[in-house]
Every structure is written in C-alpha cells, then in structure tokens.
Nanobody, 128 residues
C-alpha cells in the first residue's frame, strides 16, 4: 500500500525557515521522481520543486528559486523541502507527490497530472 506522509509544517515568522519531510512507503522509492506542490486557500495547487529519482536533477518554480531546496535520501525513503526566508505568501498546505521514473535520472516533472501518488499535505503558516 502506497503511502506518502508529509510532516514538518507549522507556524513560523516571516524570514524564518522550515524543513518539510515526506516519508514514502509501499513502493520502490529510488524508482520514483518526487515533487512538492502547495495550495493556498482559494487558489490552485501549484508546483514548488521536483527532484529526480537519484537526486541528481532538481527543478524549481521560478518564483521560489534561491529560497527553497529539495533533496532526498533514498536510503531513508524520504524527500525534503528546506524553506528559507519565508514570506506570508508562502502560507499554504504543502503536498509531496511521486511519479514512476524507471529510465531517467533527469526526470523532474512540473505538472500535477504527471504524478501517480500524493501525500496528505502539511500546513505551513507564515506570520508577519
């Protein structure tokens, strides 16, 4: 049974940092590219970052590049999202997602529809 459990969200002041984790189980983690998305109230779910199955390739939303860093530890079946210099507009529920990537070490999909599995999300709230 596939499971993606995101954690690490919370309330933080503007300028602060958080590290989100997403623990995967039920599939061969190293065969999957991973992504992070976020959804603010009343808005569409948007792409944040993606990382290839071996971690050698990453891709970020242009608006977040430089503040957020995605990484993974395949031995721990976990993907991370380090978020620095947080702003109130970063407030959202953050979701991790997984997609099969058997043949490529550079696959970093950005589209929601490309992903096979989704976690339940973790709330991040940034206050002034």
């Amino acid at each position: 049974q596939v499971s993606l459990v995101a954690s690490g969200g919370g309330l933080v002041q503007a300028g602060g940092s958080l590290r989100l984790s997403c623990a995967a189980s039920g599939f061969t983690f190293s065969n999957y590219a991973m992504g992070w998305f976020r959804q603010a109230p009343g808005k569409e779910r948007e792409f944040v970052a993606a990382i290839s199955r071996d971690g050698s390739s990453t891709y970020y939303s242009d608006s977040l590049k430089g503040r957020f860093t995605v990484s993974r530890v395949n031995a721990k079946n976990t993907v991370y999202l380090q978020m620095n210099s947080l702003k109130p507009e970063d407030t959202a529920v953050y979701f991790c997602a997984a997609v099969t990537s058997l043949w490529s070490n550079s696959y970093t999909p950005r589209g929601k529809s490309e992903y096979d599995y989704w976690g339940q999300g973790t709330q991040v709230t940034v206050s002034l």
